[in-house]
């Protein structure tokens, strides 16, 4: 990759296709004003004289104007402000990496979990603060509000099978609890600064 990169400056592809790269380990994205088609020709090119071959499932041409593409965890394209419905271009947490988040809160809640809540808690919130440290850029609202009733859901059904509790539980463990007495994190953007890549 570091071959790739260091072809791309000394070929000044930045002026000649009107680009910008963006990598991190094997993954880049080249952002292009009109020629995106030209770049791609031309790094397939340069990667097969470097016995390399770009994953033909994740290498797509975008308009992020009118579409979107996911890059690292996130998704860049068109978003809409709710007030008026204006279009902008900007970035939100992607759809696979709320539904990652779940699948992690489902791995450490599950059933068969019999350690002590303080413990399982701690995992949790650990988990939630990771989450939230990196998903704090750009639009996040929608994907916060998935994960904080992904996560109450799951709290109120373990601690009810744990509990032996009759009833869903939505009284005994109302979201204040959950995330107030019981110690949960409400998963909520920990700042507003451009995400560090972990």
Not at 77 to 92: D, E, I, V
Not at 106 to 124: D, T, Y
Not at 134 to 163: M, P, W
Request: charged share 30%.
């Amino acid at each position: 990759m570091n071959r790739f990169l260091k072809h791309w400056r000394k070929s000044r592809c930045d002026g000649a296709y009107r680009a910008r790269i963006i990598s991190y380990s094997d993954y880049f994205v080249i952002l292009s004003q009109g020629g995106s088609n030209q770049s791609l020709k031309w790094t397939q090119g340069v990667m097969a004289r470097l016995g390399l071959k770009l994953n033909d499932d994740k290498t797509v041409v975008r308009d992020a104007r009118k579409e979107h593409f996911d890059f690292l965890g996130y998704t860049f394209g068109p978003l809409w402000f709710k007030k008026t419905w204006k279009p902008y271009r900007g970035a939100s947490p992607s759809r696979k990496s709320v539904r990652r988040l779940k699948q992690k809160v489902r791995g450490i809640l599950r059933p068969g979990e019999k350690g002590a809540w303080p413990k399982v808690s701690k995992r949790l919130n650990a988990l939630l603060r990771g989450w939230c440290s990196y998903f704090c850029y750009g639009s996040t609202q929608i994907a916060y509000r998935a994960a904080e009733r992904n996560v109450y859901d799951r709290v109120r059904l373990f601690l009810v099978k744990r509990h032996k509790v009759h009833s869903r539980g939505i009284r005994r463990f109302p979201s204040e609890k959950v995330f107030g007495e019981l110690g949960v994190l409400l998963p909520r953007p920990m700042s507003t600064a451009a995400p560090r890549v972990p």
